[in-house]
């Protein structure tokens, strides 16, 4: 609750606490002056004293991770999205057939994309219900047109502008069809960008203990404005056999003036050979407003509804009409 003093113009609060800042809140106001409530005081002094922090604000969470078969996992998967309030989860490798029905995760929307010979690759992206996004593949074009990249794009606004997320694996060169190019330089224009996945290139770019490869360096010619956000101390994945040597074959990548609100960080604890890639943004997602039925006047039902039965006095039957989606609901019954 806010409160305010009362008094005219020309009146400082500043001034007042300079005053009064050994003596109790209530006592020596100028006349005909008076303080409402005590909290209005305590905040003055916070106010004026010049050592309160800004606010973070809300934060826009995102995962992106080679699962590597995602059939037998998805309790503990569902698990880490609750406990992590992750918004976006971005998933690579899923190994979906078109048999094979998408799996359901509470309170999320699924994008999917399957691997056309059915071996293999596959992805899923997850955004939580109440995000307000579309699926836009309109900047990927290129990408789509050779069959080795798998890419899913959306589009949202928050409170940092538009974003353009996009989940792409690119599977490792030899599995590639013969006379492929890496090729992601069309992306290097994008100024609102966020891309995060299994890219199976290596660089000490991002994983200082880790050779280059061609795959590596033709990345590192083609995003020139891009930034990247991983941590050369952290590897993303780490192979089931301990022998091996740890790699980043993962990547997040994004636009210059998306990385001073991005925090990148690593998670070890999925079943997977890879590792999730977690990327807190200090921006708030555009949410779908529903209304809220429960303080709609009669007047109002009549413009959204048509009621179909009368049953008595009290109870009706109506089917009510959703702006959002544009189509009229099942009939409901209110009473």
């Not at 069809?177 to 995060?196: H, I, P, Q, T």
Request: aromatic share 8%; with cysteine.
């Amino acid at each position: 609750m806010w409160f305010t003093f009362s008094g005219g113009a020309g009146y400082s609060p500043k001034r007042y606490l300079k005053r009064t800042i050994c003596s109790p809140p209530t006592r020596g106001l100028p006349p005909g002056r008076h303080l409402l409530n005590v909290g209005t005081y305590y905040r003055l002094l916070l106010l004026t004293s010049g050592d309160v922090e800004q606010n973070p604000g809300p934060k826009l969470t995102i995962q992106c991770l080679n699962i590597d078969g995602i059939r037998g996992k998805t309790a503990e998967l569902a698990s880490f999205l609750e406990e992590n309030r992750i918004d976006i989860c971005l998933l690579q490798e899923t190994k979906l057939s078109k048999r094979i029905p998408t799996p359901l995760f509470a309170g999320y929307d699924a994008l999917r994309c399957d691997r056309e010979s059915e071996h293999g690759g596959g992805l899923l992206t997850l955004i939580k219900r109440g995000i307000k996004y579309f699926e836009n593949p309109l900047p990927y074009t290129s990408l789509k047109k050779d069959s080795n990249t798998e890419i899913i794009g959306i589009s949202l606004m928050t409170s940092y502008g538009r974003l353009e997320i996009a989940n792409v694996y690119v599977p490792p060169p030899g599995s590639c069809k013969k006379g492929y190019r890496f090729d992601l330089s069309s992306l290097d224009k994008l100024d609102n960008l966020l891309l995060c996945g299994d890219l199976n290139a290596k660089h000490p770019a991002w994983f200082r203990y880790q050779t280059a490869d061609a795959r590596g360096n033709l990345l590192i010619s083609q995003l020139q404005k891009l930034i990247i956000l991983n941590n050369p101390k952290k590897n993303t994945r780490t192979p089931y056999n301990s022998k091996d040597t740890r790699t980043s074959p993962d990547l997040s990548i994004c636009s210059p003036r998306l990385s001073p609100i991005i925090k990148w960080s690593v998670r070890y604890d999925l079943r997977s050979d890879h590792h999730s890639m977690i990327m807190r943004m200090n921006c708030s997602p555009h949410l779908i407003l529903k209304p809220n039925f429960s303080m709609i006047t009669k007047t109002q039902i009549g413009m959204l509804s048509q009621i179909t039965s009368i049953q008595d006095s009290r109870t009706f039957t109506l089917r009510i009409f959703l702006p959002w989606t544009g189509q009229w609901k099942a009939s409901t019954k209110l009473s």
